[in-house]
């Protein structure tokens, strides 16, 4: 796993929002309703929107380059299923997946326009969230052409009060997210391959352990590390080699 967090890379996210923010899009497919988040991480991929909402057979890439397909993933993964599976066959491709370091929320009233003062969200993204969705991924997750890039970014989230139809019929006011505006590029990691995802396990963790170590050594839910360790399985690099108590027992093949 390689990790970015220098000042050249944190000098180009800022330049990236900037043009997310001035940028006029054309009558390129997908652009016009597009959010300024998957806009600003367009541009820090490639600055050159010619390379933007590339035609590749039947889907369209959110940048193609001569580095590979990049495709920008705010969401879950799992609905990427079918085009991962296209633009596979013959291309390298990288998921690129944004996760919220610090999050300020503020509130919109959308029919006064009233904003509220921003409170700071107590969520903190996580290295470890990224196996539940690549869980969703299954057999693809392992694809050697399969890339992740993961961006830890400062942002603020704007979350939109209104009434909510729900079956035709009209609901309690509630609130819905509206949009999520980058602030601040904190750190990034890469994943080129399956190996590269035993860099996560902390280097205190024994050499046979159960998910219930992993989540403690790690400081994680106890979901979300026997999550991981169906990956990791998956992936080929964590074997299940008895149990321990109700727990399965895994070792790791470490990189030298």
Not at 60 to 76: L, M, P, S, Y
Not at 180 to 208: C, G, H, N, Q, T
Request: aromatic content about 10%.
């Amino acid at each position: 796993m390689q990790t970015f967090s220098d000042n050249e890379t944190k000098l180009a996210f800022f330049n990236a929002c900037e043009r997310a923010r001035t940028y006029v899009p054309g009558s390129g497919i997908g652009t016009l309703r597009e959010k300024q988040l998957h806009s600003a991480i367009k541009f820090f991929i490639d600055e050159n929107p010619a390379h933007h909402e590339v035609k590749v057979g039947r889907s369209v890439a959110d940048v193609k380059n001569d580095r590979g397909i990049f495709e920008v993933q705010t969401g879950a993964f799992g609905v990427m299923r079918k085009k991962l599976s296209l633009f596979l066959e013959d291309n390298e491709v990288t998921i690129v997946h944004p996760v919220a370091n610090r999050k300020r929320l503020f509130r919109m009233d959308e029919n006064t326009g009233e904003v509220s003062s921003p409170r700071l969200s107590p969520k903190r993204g996580n290295s470890f969230d990224i196996f539940t969705e690549l869980y969703s991924l299954s057999e693809l997750a392992w694809n050697e052409n399969l890339h992740i890039l993961v961006l830890f970014i400062d942002m603020d989230e704007y979350r939109l009060l209104g009434e909510r139809r729900i079956g035709g019929r009209k609901s309690r006011k509630g609130y819905t997210r509206f949009d999520r505006l980058p602030v601040e590029f904190e750190r990034a990691e890469y994943f080129a391959s399956p190996k590269d995802y035993i860099d996560l396990l902390p280097d205190s963790i024994p050499e046979v352990f159960t998910s219930r170590d992993l989540a403690e050594t790690a400081k994680i839910r106890l979901d979300t590390a026997q999550t991981a360790l169906t990956v990791l399985s998956r992936m080929g690099t964590a074997e299940q080699v008895g149990r321990s108590g109700r727990y399965k027992a895994y070792s790791i093949a470490r990189k030298g």
